[in-house]
Structures are given as C-alpha cells and as structure tokens.
C-alpha cells in the first residue's frame, strides 16, 4: 500500500500542462529527483501510471514511456502485472558504456587513461577538501592494506582500486563517485595488463606504494595543492608502463 505522503514529493503541473518540451522528460526528471535526493528508497512503490499521470498532467501513455526509460536505466523496476518499485541506483548502463567505448583496443585503452588522468587529479583535490576524519582512516587502512599485498598482483590490483574509489567517495560528488565506479572494471582491466608485462623489482613495488602514501598523506593533511600534484606525478610515473603497452 502506498503510504500517504508517497505522493509528497510530486509537483503538480501548472494548468495542467507539463513544461517540458518533451513530455515524458518532465516525469522522468521529477521522479529521477526524488529518488537522488532520497525522498523514494530502494523497494519504495511508486504511484501508478495513472496517478502519475493525473499529478503531471500528462497522458498514460506518456507516464508509461517515462516509467519505460527509467526502467532501462535500472532506475525502476517494472513487473507485469505488480507495482513499479525504485531500484537501487546502478552504475550497470554506466559501467556497460564503457566497456563497450573502450573495448580492449589500445586506442580505447589509452583513451581509458588520459581520462583517469584528466579525472583523478581533481578528485584527489576535493578529496584533500572535504574529506572526514572517517574516510582519512579508511585511505590509511587501505594504504597498510596496499603495503601488505606487495608482490601479490591479484591482492595488489584489489587494494588499488579500492584506495582510488575512496578517494572518489571522500569527494561528496555523488557524480564523481558514479562515474569512478562506472569506470571500475576498465580500471581493473587498464591494472591487469600493467601488471602483466613481467616481474616487478622490490624497488617497483615500493615506488608504487609510495606515490599512493603521498597521496593519503596529501589528502590527510587538507592539502588540495599537494595532493593534485601527487596524483598526477603517480599517473606521470607511469608512462613507462604506458609507452610498453602502447608503443608507437
């Protein structure tokens, strides 16, 4: 059952006519608010196609290809014959984009990393900004767990991914953390083949785990300057492994 206020965070349309040029974006856009700004949770149910319509103004129709497109994005979910209900938000279209963009070309690869490197930086900068006590304990748990997994490449890539996702997380830019999620598995794969290319010194690995410590260090002392400049002189140092993977 719907509970009352279910249908609180519905703006009416004006006259009854929705102002978005198209239709269905005025519903898309309200219902896709509410569920960011929490006012609908995962499981809550949605009002139905024609209670949507009524409060937009819109046809049933067009309440049914909003719902539809939402839908497709995993941002609802609609059974037949039960009521719509909102679904977790999914980085699964994000991340699929990407991996399909990308591919396992070496254009798409080295595309992969310039992004990380025009991204990552700044995320470093926030970071360093608006970080919480909380999340500056988490970096330094990851970065003993980064210390612990030298030398074991699969435990390694794990820690470093999660290491670089917190710095996103200490950002509070819900889009940034998406998009650092949605770009995980290209990651992963961009780790892999730089992991691959033969035996890593002691020296290697201690290089690597320092750049990471600078920026923990960076981030923990509040230093947005500081912690830009250790990020990208980590995405620097790699351009070694770069020029291997993609000689020219």
């Given amino acids: 059952m719907i509970s009352p206020t279910a249908l609180d965070w519905l703006v009416p349309a004006r006259d009854g006519i929705a102002p978005a040029p198209r239709l269905a974006d005025s519903v898309i856009a309200q219902l896709s608010n509410a569920i960011i700004e929490g006012k609908l949770k995962p499981g809550d149910r949605l009002p139905s196609e024609a209670q949507i319509a009524l409060s937009f103004g819109v046809s049933k129709p067009v309440a049914r290809e909003a719902l539809r497109e939402l839908a497709a994005l995993g941002v609802v979910q609609v059974q037949h014959g039960k009521s719509t209900r909102v679904g977790a938000i999914s980085v699964g279209v994000l991340t699929r984009f990407y991996r399909f963009a990308i591919g396992s070309s070496a254009e798409g690869l080295r595309e992969a990393i310039e992004l990380r490197r025009i991204l990552e930086p700044q995320l470093a ?29 699969p435990a390694w890539i794990e820690a470093d991914l999660a290491f670089h996702n917190a710095v996103a997380m200490a950002t509070h830019n819900r889009l940034l953390i998406l998009q650092m999620a949605g770009l995980q598995d290209v990651i992963r794969g961009i780790l892999e083949k730089f992991n691959s290319r033969g035996p890593r010194t002691a020296a290697d690995w201690r290089a690597t785990f320092n750049r990471h410590v600078l920026i923990c260090d960076a981030i923990e002392r509040g230093d947005a300057n500081d912690a830009v400049d250790a990020m990208s002189a980590h995405f620097e140092a790699a351009e070694d492994a770069i020029a291997e993977l993609f000689p020219t």
């Fill in 125 to 153: 900068r926030f970071a360093a900004e608006r970080r919480t006590r909380e999340e500056c304990e988490t970096l330094r748990s990851l970065i003993a767990r980064m210390d612990a997994a030298r030398g074991n490449v």
